[in-house]
């Protein structure tokens, strides 16, 4: 069994920063893209980052510049630094794994449960 946690959302000022992990867990063999998702109330969910195995990253357009995605393959984690934190990023941000388990031979999708990322004044 495979499960992603997320952590490090909450409530935060216009500008300010937030650190999201996720962790992977369980009988891992190999993990190739990671990437973290938004789905704001009455939105359907984006990208927000993505990051292969190899270090290849995209990010929408919207962060650009702002959150910088990253992994440690040995803790099985990725990261999302954002930083200049706008209203708009509000959202509920869910983390998302492509995971090869231990004999499989193939990559199945999982998600995180997601954590809530409020930025108000």
């Known amino acids: 069994q495979v499960q992603l946690v997320e952590s490090g959302g909450g409530l935060v000022q216009p500008g300010g920063s937030l650190r999201l992990s996720c962790a992977a867990s369980?009988?891992?063999?190999?993990?190739?893209?990671m990437g973290w998702y938004r789905q704001a109330p009455g939105k359907q969910r984006e990208l927000v980052a993505a990051i292969k195995s190899g270090d290849n990253t995209n990010y929408a357009d919207s962060v650009k510049g702002r959150f910088t995605i990253s992994r440690d393959d040995a803790k099985n984690t990725v990261y999302l630094q954002m930083n200049s934190l706008r209203p708009d990023d509000t959202a509920a941000y869910y983390c998302?794994?492509?995971?090869?388990?231990?004999?499989?031979?193939?990559?199945?999708?999982?998600w995180g449960q997601g954590t809530q990322v409020t930025v108000s004044s």
């Open positions: 369980g009988s891992i063999f190999s993990i190739y893209d």
């Open positions: 998302k794994a492509q995971i090869s388990q231990y004999g499989s031979g193939y990559y199945v999708t999982y």
